[in-house]
């Protein structure tokens, strides 16, 4: 039978609410019981990077973490200064959870599971006492003169002192109701991190095909970045194209993912392009365009862009237009396209908005007006790109929120 007065609930059993209850759990007497609404614990945990927990990002300085969330990201800083990527490392470690840094920087368990980051995290949850309620939904928090009463989807109550809300992101604005009814003010609920769909695409037939140095913009807007750029059969993907839906995940959101993109495929200015083409045709003017690439862009890519830039298949660099010359460096640095729609990346995804970050003292991340009441995690207006850094806000923002929930 659940047992009714605790000293801290923790709401949410997910990254934030794990690191949150074994901080706030460890070291003390305090009776910290974690509710979770399902039958299952850190389920996201499990399927993140493709099975494997991309734990954190090897990036060392808060200065340049916060560079990394679109959302929430200077106001990080601090806190990532007292729990950042290199204490979320020795945490892991310590607790025997070898790690590795993938060349791009992606931290992950050796073992290439993360079922070895849930096995962790479960041993220090029962080290420390953790009670686990599953299946236990909290539908509304009560403010009482001295502490709370949480309200339970079964009708039960449960009494305490401290709560730490850490429910993660939800997809519609009405999911935060009953933190509304607190007087938080909440950022409306918009997917982030997705690939775009192109349904008019020429390119769908070379799915598969990338280029690593690209870069992609929203022409008329700031927004702008390089990466990877990865052709499929609905669009494009890779880096470039995640980061910006991430970056520009509002704006396209209010365009309802309908907006022209620029492709450029060689990281590459104009004028950098044109020197490269003009000092090529000197050397070798005889060469075919179109089976003579330059640069490093896939063969089969390059014949398409030539097909785009009208230069017909015998055409020779001596004998190219002016206006073919033109259009070729055009289509290799602002190829255009009509994005309509957006894909999710291999079901990954996280919640742009929820509780303004003003709303919480980022020393500790408790309501400002509601002392006793913290949130951490995906529940605040804070999102990361890919590639770790959503985890490390969770761990980071549990471990503030439930060692401060633990003093006193
Ligand atoms: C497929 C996928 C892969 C990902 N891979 C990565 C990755 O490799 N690296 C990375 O950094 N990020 C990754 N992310 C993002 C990352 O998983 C999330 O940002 C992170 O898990 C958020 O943790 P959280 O604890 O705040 O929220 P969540 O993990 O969403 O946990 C919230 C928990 O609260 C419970 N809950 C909600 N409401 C209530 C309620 N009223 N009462 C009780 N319980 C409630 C939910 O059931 C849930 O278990 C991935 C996301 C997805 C979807």
């Known amino acids: 039978m659940l047992q009714t007065d605790y000293d801290i609930v923790v709401i949410g059993g997910g990254a934030a609410g794990f690191f949150a209850a074994i901080h706030a759990a460890k070291g003390t007497k305090q009776k910290v019981v974690l509710l979770e609404k399902t039958n299952k614990l850190l389920s996201k945990v499990k399927v ?118 850490t429910t993660g992101g939800q997809n519609k604005a009405s999911g935060y109701d009953w933190l509304k009814q607190l007087g938080l003010k909440i950022e409306r609920p918009i997917p982030s991190l997705f690939t775009f769909n192109v349904p008019d695409s020429d390119l769908k037939d070379l799915l598969g095909l990338s280029v690593n140095k690209g870069y992609v913009q929203i022409p008329g807007t700031k927004w702008k970045q390089d990466g990877p750029i990865l052709i499929t059969h609905w669009g494009f993907s890779a880096p470039a194209v995640i980061k910006l839906s991430a970056w520009a995940a509002i704006d396209l959101f209010d365009k309802s993912y309908q907006f022209p993109i620029l492709i450029n495929w060689i990281g590459l200015d104009e004028e950098a392009t044109r020197t490269v083409l003009n000092d090529y045709k000197k050397q070798h003017p005889r060469k075919v365009v179109s089976t003579n690439q330059l640069l490093e862009i896939p063969s089969r890519l390059w014949q398409r862009i030539c097909h785009k830039a009208e230069i017909e298949e015998d055409k020779r660099y001596v004998d190219l237009s002016k206006k073919q010359f033109n259009k070729l460096i055009e289509m290799l640095v602002r190829c255009p396209f009509e994005v309509n729609g957006k894909t999710t990346f291999k079901e990954e995804f996280v919640t742009c908005g929820g509780v303004n970050l003003k709303e919480v003292d980022l020393k500790n991340f408790e309501a400002k007006k509601i002392p006793g009441l913290y949130l951490a995690g995906e529940v605040l207006n804070v999102d990361g790109v890919t590639g770790g850094f959503n985890f490390q806000h969770a761990w980071t923002s549990g471990y503030l929120s439930g060692t401060s929930a633990s003093q006193g």
Do not use: M
């Open 48 to 165: 993140s990077g493709g099975g494997r927990c991309n734990v954190t990002h090897d990036c060392d300085y808060a200065a340049q973490l916060i560079n990394h969330y679109p959302r929430g990201g200077r106001s990080l800083r601090k806190p990532f200064e007292i729990f950042g990527t290199q204490q979320t490392r020795e945490w892991f470690e310590k607790r025997g959870v070898k790690l590795k840094v993938e060349e791009d920087g992606r931290i992950f368990p050796t073992t290439d599971d993360s079922q070895t980051i849930i096995n962790c995290l479960f041993a220090e949850a029962k080290r420390n006492d953790v009670t686990i309620e599953l299946k236990s939904e909290v539908t509304k928090i009560i403010k009482k003169e001295e502490g709370f009463s949480l309200k339970l989807k079964s009708g039960a109550h449960i009494n305490c002192k401290k709560v730490i809300v």
